[in-house]
């Protein structure tokens, strides 16, 4: 007997004419997922989306098909022909299934005919459905309010039979909403960004900053890393590795201590801008989140965004550090995160950081600095790779 996993997508289905598009990209990408467990057909039909388990793992394809970002739910189902008989049978073996593995009590039967040539209505498949399970099982009940189990029975072309929905992340098929520059730090905060972003269909590269040797080789592992569990969602990420050790000793040495923090952010957005427009990138994305930490109050936001002209996301911006966390902890990038491995923000860092930046006297200290060749150099030097999860 054919089982199929049946995909759904949300969002997708209110495309109107560019509805074609972000489907053949959602099948594209779970084709792309479960390449790696073997030659699944995956395929599109009734506004859903089919892959044939045939003799397949279900939990490994499940596993991997539920995080792939525009997947809203999947089930397992039976596919049998179209015939009450074999629904029946079939609706009646999976309810012994559900009796068996959860010892369930209760049931109702839910019914959708998409086939109009079918000669039963819904209604009519359901209380056919009902009291053949009635009929022919011990110690169980109908009950349409709060059941143990739903057995959902749909007629197409064939017929599917199902009870468990298995929830996804949502959000868009990735690639299909440009791309964009994530700023990936080390710590908790930007990998949740970056993934939240990319769940809107966002494609995303990566520029993260440290002070080699003034910061280790394993805090930049560290954050390999944490773009390689990315990738997981996302498929292959370039990260762009700059030096900024050069940038923070001439603001050391000619600004005032206290702006070392904002000055450096500035610096930050001006090269990821820069390598953004050269990657065709269309925003920045960063973690910050307002009044964690001294460059992130609406003043020093405001100031590090003048240093820009594209937009920059920030979808952590309103999020509580606890959800922040839970959400790390969901994509399995917490563990790494929390290593105690320095970055290059704990480099000269001043006792006082300013808080509440002006733009104009932060212009003035900048006009003490050669901007563009520090940006130019630390580019020339930057170092890339390219991450993808195994």
Same mark, same amino acid.
Not at 360 to 368: A, V
């Given at each position: 007997?054919?089982?199929?996993l049946?995909v759904?997508y949300?969002?997708i289905s ?7 598009? #972000?489907e ?23 506004g859903?989306?089919? $892959?044939?388990l045939?003799?397949?793992?279900e939990? /490994?394809v499940?596993?991997n098909?539920?995080?792939v970002?525009?997947v ?8 049998i /022909?179209?015939?009450?008989?074999k ?11 559900c ?7 209760t ?7 998409g086939?109009?040539?079918?000669p039963?209505?819904?209604p /009519?498949?359901?209380? $056919?459905?009902?009291g ?14 709060k059941?143990?189990?739903? $057995?959902?029975?749909?007629?197409r072309?064939?017929?599917?039979i199902?009870s468990?929905k298995?929830?996804g ?7 299909t909403?440009?791309?964009a520059?994530?700023?990936l730090s ?8 970056g993934?939240l972003?990319?769940?809107r269909g966002?494609? $995303? ?8 040797? #003034?910061?280790?080789?394993?805090a930049?592992e560290?954050v390999?890393?944490?773009?390689r ?10 990260i762009?590795?700059?030096?900024l050790l ?7 040495e000619?600004?005032?201590?206290e ?10 957005m001006?090269?990821a ?7 065709r990138?269309k ?8 009044g ?6 609406l ?7 003048a240093?820009v ?5 920030r ?20 563990e ?5 491995f ?11 950081p300013v ?19 520090l ?9 890339i790779?390219?991450?993808?999860y195994?």
């Amino acid at each position: 007997m054919e089982k199929v996993l049946i995909v759904r997508y949300g969002e997708i289905s209110l495309k109107g004419l560019n509805r074609p598009f #972000f489907e053949k990209t959602l099948v594209k990408n779970i084709k792309s997922k479960v390449e790696e467990i073997g030659e699944l057909n995956v395929y599109r039909a009734h506004g859903r989306i089919y $892959i044939e388990l045939e003799d397949y793992d279900e939990e /490994e394809v499940i596993d991997n098909v539920k995080e792939v970002f525009g997947v809203v739910s999947l089930s397992v189902a039976y596919v049998i /022909e179209a015939n009450m008989d074999k629904i029946c049978e079939i609706a009646k073996k999976h309810i012994d299934e559900c009796t068996e593995e959860y010892k369930i009590k209760t049931f109702k039967v839910e019914s959708r005919r998409g086939n109009k040539s079918f000669p039963l209505k819904s209604p /009519e498949i359901s209380k $056919i459905v009902g009291g053949y399970i009635l009929k022919n099982t011990q110690n169980i009940k109908v009950d349409v309010h709060k059941p143990d189990v739903v $057995i959902n029975v749909e007629v197409r072309d064939k017929a599917y039979i199902y009870s468990k929905k298995i929830s996804g992340f949502g959000g868009m098929p990735y690639g299909t909403s440009g791309r964009a520059m994530l700023l990936l730090s080390g710590g908790i905060d930007s990998p949740v960004a970056g993934w939240l972003v990319a769940k809107r269909g966002v494609e $995303i590269e990566a520029v993260h900053y440290h002070s080699y040797p #003034f910061t280790s080789d394993r805090a930049k592992e560290k954050v390999i890393e944490l773009a390689r569990i990315l990738s997981k969602y996302c498929g292959k990420i370039r990260i762009h590795l700059i030096n900024l050790l050069n940038i923070q000793k001439a603001i050391n040495e000619k600004c005032p201590s206290e702006e070392m923090t904002i000055l450096s952010r500035r610096f930050m957005m001006r090269i990821a801008e820069k390598i953004a427009l050269d990657r065709r990138c269309k925003a920045l994305i960063t973690g910050e989140s307002i009044g964690q930490v001294a460059s992130q109050t609406l003043e020093s936001i405001n100031v590090t965004n003048a240093a820009v002209k594209i937009p920059v996301f920030r979808p952590l911006i309103a999020m509580d550090k606890l959800d922040i966390v839970n959400i790390s902890k969901k994509i399995g990038t917490y563990e790494t995160s929390i290593q105690p491995f320095e970055d290059c923000c704990t480099v000269f860092l001043p006792d006082r950081p300013v808080t509440k930046p002006r733009l104009e006297r932060i212009l003035k200290s900048e006009n003490l600095l050669d901007v563009e060749k520090l940006i130019s150099e630390a580019v020339a030097n930057m170092e890339i790779i390219e991450v993808e999860y195994d």
